[in-house]
């Protein structure tokens, strides 16, 4: 695009002609030369000179002839020095520093600015005149432009330009094409939306509307003259137009109108016109020669764009729709595998084909699993759906990965324990303490990666590695599960992000597992503004790589890796202080006896006066009879009358002190429904005394009393006990004990009012969990949801929290009516409660040296009775009363399993065996039991026979422990 206006490229054409025609004229001699009139000078007066001197030489006056050079040198300020040198060499007279000026020169040639000329003495050369002039230019470019001809050059050049710019001026107005155009005409083709060219028979513009000038940001006048080819046409491909493609060009060419002709025109980046063009030839003179063309351009770019978007969404369209086709069909295959089962088995069911009751528990058995199986996909698939619908929600928070990632290894560290490999959590480096992202999806992310490579690794073990990104990238978190298990080809490793996808087949077969979860994590990953990438060989193990932005880092602390194994889970200070209140009455509604107890100890225990109710109706009148009250704590489940009812007919009531529920559903968006029906804040259950203590304290006016600084351990400890805070040494999820082992509530043991509750606790839920297993023998699933209610929240107030899960669940399938799983959770429930170990039960473990080994001599000898170590404690006799009843049982079943040859039963008792006996106190049959479950499970068969007759003797030896002398159970 030319950026000078036709005038002024005249003008230059101009003076470029004029400076050609005084250069020639130069050249041919037409301009003096002032140069060498100047070297003519000079050589006529070193000629006078030489002659006046030949004259003196024959006088022999070389007084008079030194007078004479220096009087010519006086007198002409070019000559820089002078001399009268002889034939020998020897300077006679030297006029300035001579010997300096002069510079040697070979021959007898001169030069501008040295010139020489001999001396005659008769005919015999007596010596030379040598003058010294100076230079004619100066050195280098001022000399080229001291130069007459170039200041020639260039005045010609300006001065010409100037006028011939201002003539072209006055001239072009009456030569101006577009005057050819009436005004009136002009100023139609203005007011036309579309852009309008008329243009010569060179393809120069000859007139520019308004409309096609503004697309230039130009005004129309400055495109006169302008080739309408140099500006940047493009073909509908995108690739630059050639000038003979242009259908202006061709219209010209032929004579023929070109119509509907789709030309784009590249203004920048981000500033594309698509013009739909019709091109008129304008016919001049006789023959019908073509003496220019009009263009008119209809600007279409918004249609191309819809038309591009429609393009593009029909491809969306059939690409979204051969996913949905794929999509269906491995959502078909993958259902129908459970599916096949769960309908196979329940027909084999009910047609009464079970052989025998073994038959028939391992067809339910696999219809339950087959159910399991069908559950973890649908689940997939809607966290699928909802990252694809973008309806997932996230949150920025600051979260501690650290932790995330240890909680993580220590959760599936069982499954990982049960393949025999390692799990391990390996920092790197510095890590942040705290840094800024989505916990719940970083967690999610993790347990997908670290479970995936714990399924597919067979030998070895998986590390997660995490880390910073390195120095001069963005500030990340970095984050590698490796492990060596069985790899995959390189050309399959970006296909696995892909739903529904593996490796090949043979994975699928051999794993198991749908290939959603590598999908969703990636997802997460991606909504988190990071990433997740593979790297693999096959048969070498595979590493996963989770980059994930941290926010700013700018006052977060790093930890160095011992650290970051080592810390525990709290960000705030070590509890050195006790919550100090006003001496305010407080109310605290909720059914379960437990519950009450212990957030009334903890309330009294700040300074609080409690108050109880068990249901709301009780509250009610609680709240008529006590005016004082400053707060009340209201469980939104009870009998006879619920929190929700309460709580409204409180407020109805003009009751406004604040009203904080305590429920055990923490789902997003239920504290708005909360607040909308009158409660002013709430607690999740199992209840965190911590938050409460805090939440009360920003309520009721509570202020944290610190120790002493100066106080003594001693005072801090009683300090922190007197404070009785709840809080489990680490945040991170409780891990259910290994199978078998006892499970220790996560209150402080140390604490006697603490201690008390769980001393309590313990007998009063078997005692519940005998009346549930009747409330289920008398199908009555609304007092099992009741029961199951109260023990989802008691069990993990009291620091059991491994009883919380499958209680929350045992209530919703009776809620639902889900009788199927009932047994399968009380099952699981009863099995949880025979392992809880009371603070007392500590004290009752022998001690056991270390370095001590089982005497082989004793393995197969039963001495004396066998009796329990816990038979002493009247409130565990009924636990172990209980497990001596289910042992008879049990042993005959290891004995009827063993006389079929079912190895597989044999272990899966032997296994329940070796760690109820030790929890209830018969540590003699644990080493027996281990022995036959190792035996049985590796397919010895000959030496199990030994092994259960010497069970058998263990369990004839007990002593005998009537069930009716077991102490009275009272009912919930």
């Known amino acids: 695009m030319n950026l000078l206006s036709p005038k002024a490229r005249i003008s230059i054409g101009l003076v470029g002609l004029t400076a050609t025609l005084v250069l020639s004229a130069s050249f041919v001699g037409l301009i003096p030369d002032r140069g060498q009139a100047v070297r003519e000078g000079r050589a006529s007066t070193a000629e006078v000179v030489a002659a006046n001197s030949s004259v003196f030489v024959s006088q022999s006056d070389i007084r008079r002839m030194a007078a004479n050079l220096k009087f010519v040198v006086t007198r002409n300020d070019d000559i820089l020095s002078a001399a009268i040198r002889r034939s020998g060499g020897e300077l006679m007279v030297e006029i300035g520093e001579h010997r300096d000026y002069w510079l040697p020169v070979a021959g007898d040639h001169s030069t501008a600015s040295q010139v020489r000329v001999p001396i005659w003495a008769g005919q015999r050369k007596w010596g030379e005149v040598e003058l010294r002039y100076r230079p004619l230019a100066a050195p280098g470019w001022r000399g080229f432009l001291d130069h007459p001809l170039v200041r020639l050059v260039v005045f010609v050049a300006v001065a010409g330009f100037v006028a011939f710019y201002f003539y072209l001026g006055r001239m072009l107005k ?232 240890r909680e993580v290894v220590q959760i599936l560290g069982v499954k990982a324990r049960e393949k025999n490999i390692s799990l391990e959590f390996m920092p790197q480096g510095a890590l942040p303490e705290q840094v800024e992202s989505d916990p719940t999806r970083l967690r999610q992310i993790l347990t997908n990666l670290v479970g995936n490579a714990i399924k597919f690794t067979e030998k070895g073990g998986v590390n997660v590695i995490m880390k910073l990104a390195p120095a001069g990238r963005a500030k990340a978190l970095v984050i590698e599960v490796t492990d060596t298990g069985v790899g995959m080809p390189e050309d399959r490793v970006e296909a696995i992000f892909d739903a529904f996808v593996q490796a090949d087949d043979s994975t699928t077969r051999r794993f198991g597992g749908t290939g959603l979860g590598l999908a969703i994590s990636r997802k997460f990953a991606q909504a988190l ?49 006790r919550w100090v209140f006003p001496p305010k009455r407080v109310l605290v509604v909720d059914d379960g006896h437990e519950n009450r107890e212990l957030v009334t100890l903890v309330l009294e225990e700040a300074g609080l006066q409690v108050q109880g109710a068990e249901h709301g109706q009780e509250a009610l009148e609680r709240v008529a009879e006590t005016p004082d009250l400053a707060a009340i704590l209201m469980d939104v489940q009870m009998p006879v009358m619920d929190g929700f009812t309460a709580t409204r007919l409180l407020r109805e009531q003009g009751v406004e002190i604040p009203i904080v529920a305590l ?149 919703q399938a009776a809620k639902t009516a889900r009788e199927a799983d009932v047994p399968a959770l009380l099952e699981t429930l009863e099995g949880l409660a025979a392992r809880l170990a009371p603070p007392s039960f500590v004290d009752a473990l022998p001690a056991v040296s270390a370095g001590a080994a089982p005497d082989p001599a004793a393995e197969f000898r039963v001495v004396g009775p066998v009796t329990s170590r816990l038979a002493g404690d009247p409130r565990l006799a009924p636990i172990v009363a209980r497990f001596v009843v289910r042992l008879q049982a049990q042993m005959a079943a290891i004995e009827k399993a063993l006389s079929r040859g079912d190895l597989a039963e044999v272990t899966s008792l032997a296994h329940w065996l070796k760690g109820a006996a030790g929890t209830v106190g018969f540590d003699v049959f644990t080493e027996p039991a281990r022995r036959l479950h190792d035996e049985a499970n590796a397919g010895n068969g000959h030496s199990l026979g030994p092994l259960v007759a010497h069970l058998r003797r263990l369990c004839d030896a007990i002593e005998p422990m009537p069930f009716e002398e077991v102490p009275e159970r009272r009912a919930g």
């Not at 002009?186 to 000038?213: I, K, P, Y």
């Not at 249609?303 to 959502?331: G, H, P, T, V, Y």
């Not at 048969?539 to 700013?552: I, N």
């Open 174 to 405: 009456h030569l101006d094409p577009s005057k050819a155009v009436p005004a009136r005409v002009r100023s139609a083709l203005d007011t036309m939306a579309e852009g309008l060219l008329v243009l010569d028979g060179r393809g120069q513009v000859a007139l520019a509307n308004s409309a096609f000038a503004s697309m230039l940001d130009k005004p129309p006048d400055k495109l006169l003259g302008l080739a309408a080819a140099s500006l940047p046409w493009a073909g509908t491909d995108g690739q630059p137009m050639a000038t003979a493609e242009l259908p202006w060009m061709r219209a010209l060419e032929s004579g023929l109108a070109q119509k509907n002709a789709i030309v784009r025109l590249q203004l920048g980046p981000e500033r594309r016109h698509t013009f739909m063009t019709n091109c008129s030839p304008v016919l001049t003179g006789g023959g019908g020669r073509t003496g220019g063309v009009l263009v008119s351009f209809d600007d279409v770019t918004q249609l191309e764009e819809k038309e591009e978007q429609l393009r593009r969404a029909r491809d969306d369209a059939e690409a979204a729709n051969l996913a949905k086709s794929a999509f269906l069909a491995n959502m078909s295959h993958e259902i129908r595998t459970p599916m096949n089962a769960i309908l196979g088995f329940t027909e084999v069911l009910k047609r009464g084909y079970g052989r025998n009751p073994e038959d028939s528990q391992h067809y339910l058995d696999t219809i339950h699993s087959s159910g399991q199986h069908l559950l973890g996909l649908i689940n997939d698939i809607l966290d699928l759906s909802k990252v694809e619908a973008g309806r997932m929600e996230l949150e920025r928070t600051d979260c501690q990965p650290h932790f995330i990632a």
């Open 529 to 577: 503004e990071g990433d997740i990438v593979a790297r693999s060989a096959l048969g070498e193990g595979s590493t996963f790589t989770v980059t994930l932005p941290v926010g700013e880092l700018a006052g977060v602390r790093l930890l160095q890796p011992a650290e970051l194994l080592t810390a525990a889970p709290e960000t705030e200070e070590s509890v050195c202080s």
């Open 663 to 811: 429920t055990a559903n923490a789902m997003k968006g239920y504290e708005e429904e909360l607040k909308d029906k009158g409660f002013s804040a709430y607690m999740t259950k199992p209840v965190d005394i911590d938050r409460l203590i805090a939440l009360l304290a920003g309520i009721l006016g509570g202020r944290p009393e610190e120790a002493p600084a100066n106080a003594s351990v001693a005072e801090r400890k009683e300090v922190t006990a007197n404070n009785a805070v709840m809080k489990p040494h680490s945040t991170l999820a409780p891990i259910a004990s290994p199978e078998g082992a006892p499970i220790f509530s996560r209150l402080p043991a140390d604490n006697p009012k603490f201690r008390q509750l769980v001393e309590r606790f313990v007998p009063r839920l078997h005692e519940q969990m005998e009346t549930i297993r009747a409330a289920w023998a008398d199908r009555d699933l609304g007092e099992v949801a009741a029961l199951a209610h109260w023990l989802k929240g008691a069990g993990g107030t009291m620091g059991f929290d491994v009883l919380t899960a499958p209680a929350a669940e045992l209530e």
